[in-house]
């Protein structure tokens, strides 16, 4: 596969990147990159740029039309301040069921075309 997608994951309450570890290896095996967000939840003095500087971060120089933020609890709309017409040629998907998620995943990749 030459054009895999890049899903950002983001943690919800908890901040912890360890929340995708089953998630992670299913996008993986499907030919994608997937990069697992570790927020800076335990800092009682982070706010949103601290957040915000974390899932930057981690999207680093990937091109924009590649990416798809997965944010778990609608993290990326409430916390983040997160929109997909923040991310040209971007993607968003917002989830609250994390067991739904591989096979969201997977099916969005299909209907995108990168599957």
Sequence with gaps: ???RSVFI??????GSAWYWHLVAPRIEQRGHEAVAVGLPAADDTAGLPEYAAAV????????????????????????????ADDMPGGHLVA???PEELAARLATYATEAGVA
């Design 1 to 3: 596969m030459t054009d």
């Design 9 to 14: 994951l983001i943690p919800g309450a908890g």
């Design 56 to 83: 930057v971060h981690a999207i680093d120089s990937r091109e924009p039309r590649r990416v798809v933020l997965v944010a778990q609890s609608l993290v990326a709309r409430e916390r983040l301040g997160i929109w």
């Design 95 to 97: 989830l609250s069921q």
